[in-house]
């Protein structure tokens, strides 16, 4: 199926065009106004209404870009930080036997906030080139919940003699 707006041929099954995002399967606009690229804004109207055609095509332009793509790979520091940050945890919750190595797993959570916070600007940055904001989050919601723990820990070792030696 070939776009209206682009003139890219598209496969049969396809909705949305993929050079440009247009919704295909519609009714070409009728000839009008045009933007330096060639885009056609529409019927032609009064030059006081090309404004808000423009802003509504700028609008929508920027609700494609935006618009998560299924196909678009996962950002690489995102699928680390999901990794770092669940192994960090399977190692505190291993290691909470040995309560003194259980913040060992800390050396695992720091970098998987590190690299989730780096993944998600990234991803934010990239215009919808990248996906796996998910995994980011996961990444960085793990590392703190193994680096609270970790903190909590030592607390609780540093007070715990001091509680049981009080005891008269």
Not at 50 to 62: D, V
Not at 105 to 113: E, Q, S
Not at 124 to 129: E, L, P, T, Y
Not at 145 to 158: E, F, K, N, P, Y
């Amino acid at each position: 199926m070939r776009c209206s707006v682009c003139e890219t041929d598209n496969l049969p099954s396809a909705r949305f065009c993929d050079q440009c995002g247009a919704p295909l399967g519609t009714a070409a606009p009728a000839t009008g106004a045009t933007i330096g690229l060639g885009h056609a804004l529409g019927p032609a109207v009064h030059p006081s209404g090309a404004r808000s055609q423009l802003a509504a095509y700028r609008a929508t332009a920027q609700q494609r870009a935006s618009a998560p793509r299924w196909d678009a790979p996962p950002s690489s520091k995102a699928l680390w930080s999901m990794l770092l940050g669940l192994g960090a945890l399977i190692l505190f919750s291993l290691l909470l036997c040995t309560v003194v190595f259980a913040p060992l797993a800390t050396l695992l959570a720091i970098p998987a906030v590190a690299l989730g916070r780096q993944a998600q600007g990234e991803i934010a940055r990239s215009g919808g080139a990248l996906s796996g904001r998910g995994m980011a989050r996961a990444g960085v919601l793990l590392g703190w919940i193994t680096i609270g723990g970790s903190l909590l820990l030592v607390i609780l070792l540093c007070s715990l003699p001091a509680v049981l030696f009080s005891v008269r």
